[in-house]
T-cell receptor
Framework: AQTVTQSQPEMSVQEAETVTLSCTYD???????LFWYKQPPSRQMILVIR??????QNATENRFSVNFQKAAKSFSLKISDSQLGDAAMYFC??????????????FGQGTILTVHP | EAGVTQFPSHSVIEKGQTVTLRCDPI?????LYWYRRVMGKEIKFLLH????????ESGMPNNRFLAERTGGTYSTLKVQPAELEDSGVYFC?????????????????FGAGTRLSVL
């Protein structure tokens, strides 16, 4: 079974600074997807960024980028130029790319990010 | 375009009662998923529909939970009878089946959730 671990229950950052959220995972699959979701206090989860395991290039979306280390099974999220609106709970998630359970997202415990003005 | 809609947003029931949660996916999304987060724990997968068929129901905790998706549109999740440990937030998500490359993208769009409190 796949597992996802976020070892940082809480993180904080000053506005305009950079912060990195950590995520490790365990799987025996070679083809899979990794995601970072953001859940603001209003509770609706929003996809921040997605990485396909077969792609070596790290995904980027504007101020958000990942450091994907497949051999180490590590998938960290870097937020540059942090903004007050980035304050939320961030979830790391995994899914297989195929098989009967391809739709199942396995989530980490979440990291609460606080942004200080 | 409307997003994933869930209702009610909050339900308070007594132990032993029945509750039905509803999810309306994004129009045209064949895939529909249910997840839940009980207090202090991580979000857990419950099941996955492809159109009206159950693709994967490996996360359903027991036979008190019944999910349906008649006609492949909206879905309901019924809990009968509800127990105290069923309290938590129930999320629904939907996704398209394939991207233009033919490869499953599995980008899931989530609803705001239903907070269920069983007293």
């Amino acid at each position: 079974a796949q597992t996802v671990t976020q070892s940082q229950p809480e993180m904080s950052v000053q506005e305009a600074e950079t912060v990195t959220l950590s995520c490790t995972y365990d799987t025996s699959e070679s083809d899979y997807y990794l995601f970072w979701y953001k859940q603001p206090p209003s509770r609706q989860m929003i996809l921040v960024i997605r990485q396909e395991a077969y792609k070596q290039q790290n995904a980027t979306e504007n101020r958000f980028s990942v450091n994907f280390q497949k051999a180490a099974k590590s998938f960290s999220l870097k937020i540059s130029d942090s903004q007050l609106g980035d304050a939320a709970m961030y979830f790391c998630a995994y899914s297989n790319a195929g098989g009967t359970s391809y739709g199942k997202l396995t989530f980490g415990q979440g990291t609460i990010l606080t942004v200080h003005p | 375009e409307a997003g994933v809609t869930q209702f009610p947003s909050h339900s308070v029931i007594e132990k032993g009662q029945t509750v039905t949660l509803r999810c309306d996916p994004i129009s045209g999304h064949d895939n529909l998923y249910w997840y839940r987060r009980v207090m202090g724990k991580e979000i857990k997968f419950l099941l996955h529909f492809v159109k009206e068929s159950k693709q994967d129901e490996s996360g359903m905790p027991n036979n008190r939970f019944l999910a349906e998706r008649t006609g492949g549109t909206y879905s309901t999740l019924k809990v009968q009878p509800a127990e105290l440990e069923d309290s938590g937030v129930y999320f629904c998500a939907s996704s398209q089946s394939y991207g233009t490359s033919g490869r499953r993208k599995n980008i899931q769009y989530f609803g705001a959730g239903t907070r269920l409190s069983v007293l």
